[in-house]
């Protein structure tokens, strides 16, 4: 199983990104997707999730009301807008896949994770 994520730079504050997170050998309809983030010196850091099974979303206090996650089961791939940003955005992105099709936001709760995303969120 292989999660790729991707579309991660260096932006000014008030900018959009959308990130994408690629995966490979992975029953990705039966998966839930999420994202987290880990800025340096503190922990990993749940931003976003969608169910695998009735496409629920939820959102991270942080980036409430300024991202979106959708997922493309055809194409085996999530994506994470993220709006208006600010410097306080500034992290690696993981993106990660959870068994679970109820709502988790901890990392235990996922089984396979991508190598993260550089997001540079400049003032």
Known sequence: VQLQASGGGLVQAGDSLRLSCATSGLRFSVYS?????QA????????????????????????????????DNAKSTVTLQLDTLKPEDTAVYYCAASPYAYRVTTTREFDYWGQGTQVTVSS
């Open 33 to 37: 997707m999420g994202w987290f983030r």
């Open 40 to 71: 340096p010196g503190k922990e990993r850091e749940f931003v976003s999730f969608v169910s695998y099974r009735d496409g629920r979303k939820y959102y991270g206090d942080s980036v409430k009301g300024r991202s979106t996650i959708a997922r």
